[in-house]
């Protein structure tokens, strides 16, 4: 049997786990994690939680680390080109052989934890064991950044206790599953805070750092928030570049230059930064300025505002939430507020549609809804149906819809096309233009 079959195997019976949903809940993670002798305690992690800007800021904080001669592993989700690249090494993926060899391992844990009265594991609880024990006894990194894959309290990511947690932003996401209002959705979030370990956030509703600040509080956690213990100050764009002066407790440093398109990411730079400074700081990181500016300007995240045609100008952007969606309208203000704008959407059904929708009306001259394979997605009828755009289209076909944009746009340099919607869609998208 080659690689790839076996690779192709796994990964079948990986995502097979969907269908026992999400579970929230640490009791199937503790039962694996024991088995397997708990190698999650032997790493060093940084714990990142929020509704957006996860990726953007583990990312800034990966090339900071890395330019200083650390290696970093990161766990991350959802994937846009391969799905190993959700467990990575210094930006590697986890080859097919190595993840093969994991699987093999966890499997007859899993089907025993099956057995039990904890039920059975989640993709997603087996997908964080995979990677924890990858980081402690295969790839054994300095540093692992962990994402969380939902909320935090009772996310499976919530085993490890990290040098520092990070609470980015919160916003209307998931909200079947963590609660209808921010209060709810940041308590959630709040349970990553672990006694006597900082936590660092950006986080803006004054009821959500009220909850968070309490939090930290009760836990002996010391508390860095963006506006107060650090700051992001003189933001300024420069030959299309974001530009800024980061100030904290510890350290001032004036026109840090990223290249990651947007004031949003602005705050994750600073938050990273933070987060960065602290592990200077307190655990002995020897990380030198010129490590924190090279890192923060060779950062990229695929999806996120990316580039992936210049005629016509055309770039991808996984926008799946309100706050997604305002913040590429914001960016696209911000950076092309002279052109014609036209918009390419698809989402997943369990998205609070009419705001985003709205949102993309407000900004979008022309907007065309389309959709694509997913049990989740939402019928591009259903779409159109919630825009009240003056100029709005359907195109179940999303290669067509595409095509059909391009063709209209042409080589017209006062029009761009901005792709966006799930993320999923946007790793679907993304392959066509590579």
């Not at 800024?244 to 705050?267: A, C, D, R, Y």
Request: charged share 25%; net charge negative; aromatic share 8%.
């Amino acid at each position: 049997m080659t690689i790839q079959t076996e690779f192709n195997e796994a990964l079948q019976w990986l995502n097979s786990r969907t269908t026992f949903g999400i579970k929230p809940g640490l009791e199937r993670m503790n039962y694996m994690l024991e088995q397997l002798g708990h190698p999650e305690r032997r790493l060093k992690t940084v714990h990142v939680a929020g509704t957006n800007g996860k990726g953007s800021t583990v990312s800034f904080m990966r090339h900071i680390l890395q330019e200083a001669g650390y290696v970093v592993g990161t766990f991350t989700s959802p994937y846009i080109e391969s799905f190993n690249e959700r467990i990575s090494v210094d930006g590697e993926p986890i080859s097919d052989e190595d993840f093969v060899e994991l699987v093999k391992k966890v499997k007859p844990i899993v089907e025993t934890c099956e057995a039990t009265e904890y039920g059975a594991p989640t993709e997603f609880e087996v997908l964080t064991v995979i990677a924890l024990e990858y980081f402690a006894k295969v790839a054994v990194p300095y540093i692992s950044l962990i994402e969380t894959g939902l909320g935090g309290r009772l996310d499976s990511t919530n085993v490890i206790t990290p040098l520092v947690s990070v609470i980015t932003n919160i916003g209307q996401d998931h909200m079947n599953i963590l609660g209808n209002t921010v209060e709810e959705i940041t308590k959630e979030k709040a349970g990553i805070i672990k006694s006597g370990f900082p936590v660092v956030t950006a986080v803006e509703q004054p009821e959500a750092e009220q909850i968070i600040a309490d939090t930290a509080k009760a836990k002996n956690s010391k508390l860095y928030r963006l506006g107060k213990e650090y700051k992001c100050l003189d933001t300024a764009l420069h030959n299309g570049n974001e530009v800024f002066t980061f100030q904290s407790l510890f350290k001032k440093l004036e026109n840090i230059e990223i290249t990651m398109k947007g004031e949003h990411q602005v705050k994750n730079a600073a938050t990273a930064l933070m987060s960065i400074e602290y592990l200077r700081q307190y655990f002995s990181f020897v990380i030198d300025e010129e490590h924190i500016r090279n890192g923060l300007l060779k950062t990229t995240w695929q999806g996120r505002f990316e580039k992936v045609s210049d005629k016509p100008l055309t770039f991808i952007d996984g926008a799946h939430n309100p706050e997604g969606i305002e913040t590429l309208c914001d960016a696209i203000k911000r950076y092309y507020p002279d052109k014609k704008v036209h918009i390419i959407f698809s989402a997943l059904k369990d998205k609070p549609l009419n705001d985003m929708i709205e949102k993309l009306d407000s900004i979008a001259d022309k907007i065309t809804f389309t959709q694509f394979e997913f049990n989740r997605c939402a019928e591009a009828k259903e779409l159109f149906e919630l825009s009240s755009s003056g100029n709005k289209h359907l195109k179940e076909n999303w290669l067509e819809a595409i095509e059909s944009e391009k063709q209209e746009i042409g080589e017209n340099e006062e029009e761009i096309l901005i792709i966006t919607g799930s993320l999923y869609f946007i790793s679907e998208v993304r392959k066509t233009f590579q």
